[in-house]
């Protein structure tokens, strides 16, 4: 059968067969009076979903939906895959002192990998569903995993040994962070809720009732006395981390795009935001005055990262449509589009006789060229 989550089932109009869709990115068709499968139908895609970058050596690593995580060559666009993953990767995150990378997998584990050498270090496993979300602590001892599973794990990264469980969310864990000076986390669930903890301890000292329904994203700003979040509401909210008290009230609000908020960080400085939505678009926030100063356009999916580089000139983002773009911020404009290879790239079908102009149209979907 499926490999993975089944998604959607239809009878057929004469009632003898059963067509299915999942997560493995097929279509099976079921005889149903011997349930065998009649025929499977296989689609190709390959979303980029979470991206991260290490400045110091110009490295940008993104995870897909093929299960892999790539490291690219932001110059020349080259990039190497590290495969290991038996589901698609929702996050990777760079250590901040080693050569070391995590990723975080809906096969329900986080890996650390040498990105010199491209080896498999460790493999974290203990949670009972995907993992989400995965960050490092600022001192580069602890790594910290979120999961639909509901919980938080904390990991010693020398020694692979979770050291604690944060428990609390009733729902999907979807977003995770530390404070600058690694003493919080905050996290952000499918429940409405955010919530700040001890990491020393485990304890939760506050929750904000925070967007309508999914928290997609949140951030610490560089102070570490200001929590953004960003979700299904459309809006990113900023939160005091002191006033614990005011469960339903954001010190401010920005408004402006249209899907839901998938990314949200700040610059440096702590005076402007970045945010990526479902809307295809990513915004620059100037928060002196809470107006959106710059709107970038061209991905042609919704935009699930984005960084802003430390001088503040340029923005990377990854997208469900399957690219990494790299923005020039002044100029408002795309400079180089990385996407890794679709299973018939550059293969040249002009003059191919026998095929329909649906197969070729979803041959070209799959990277084929035609004079």
């Not at 569903?129 to 919980?151: E, K, R």
């Not at 984005?306 to 997208?319: E, F, K, P, R, V």
Request: hydrophobic content about 35%; proline content about 2%; some cysteine.
């Amino acid at each position: 059968g499926h490999t993975n989550r089944v998604w959607s089932v239809r009878f057929s109009p004469d009632g003898k067969t059963i067509a299915s869709g999942g997560d493995d990115r097929s279509a099976k068709l079921w005889n149903i009076a011997t349930g065998e499968c009649s025929k499977t139908i296989q689609g190709y895609s390959n979303v980029v979903y979470r991206i991260a970058f290490e400045s110091d050596r110009q490295l940008l690593a993104s995870g897909h939906e093929d299960q892999t995580v790539k490291l690219w060559d932001i110059h020349t666009g080259q990039h190497r895959s590290l495969s290991g993953h038996k589901n698609r990767v929702f996050d990777v995150a760079f250590h901040p002192i080693m050569s070391i990378l995590a990723s975080a997998s809906g096969d329900r584990t986080v890996k650390l990998w040498d990105w010199h050498t491209g080896n498999c270090l460790h493999t974290f496993a203990g949670h009972e569903s995907w993992v989400v979300s995965v960050t490092f602590s600022p001192d580069g001892q602890i790594l910290a995993s979120s999961s639909y599973d509901h919980t938080i794990k904390l990991w010693h990264v020398q020694t692979g040994e979770c050291i604690q469980v944060l428990r609390g969310h009733t729902n999907y864990v979807l977003s995770i962070a530390f404070s600058p000076d690694g003493q919080l986390l905050v996290s952000g669930s499918y429940g409405q809720t955010i919530k700040l903890w001890e990491v020393s301890t485990g304890d939760c000292l506050g929750t904000w009732e925070g967007q309508d329904s999914r928290i997609w994203s949140v951030a610490f700003s560089p102070d570490g006395q200001t929590i953004v979040s960003g979700g299904n509401d459309r809006s990113i909210k900023l939160w005091s981390i002191s006033d614990r008290k005011s469960l339903h009230k954001p010190l401010r609000t920005l408004e402006g795009h249209e899907g839901e908020i998938l990314s949200t960080s700040f610059n440096q400085k702590g005076d402007m935001l970045l945010s990526t939505s479902m809307d295809k678009t990513i915004k620059l926030w100037d928060l002196a005055t809470d107006r959106c100063i710059k709107t970038l356009h061209g991905h042609e999916n919704s935009v699930w990262s984005g960084i802003l580089s430390q001088d503040g000139c340029t923005i990377l983002s990854s997208s469900a449509d399957e690219t990494i773009k790299i923005w020039d911020v002044q100029a408002e404009r795309c400079i180089k589009t990385l996407r890794s290879p679709r299973p018939y790239e550059n293969m040249n079908i002009t003059g191919v006789t026998g095929l329909t102009e649906a197969q070729k149209n979803t041959l070209k979907a799959l990277g084929s060229v035609e004079d």
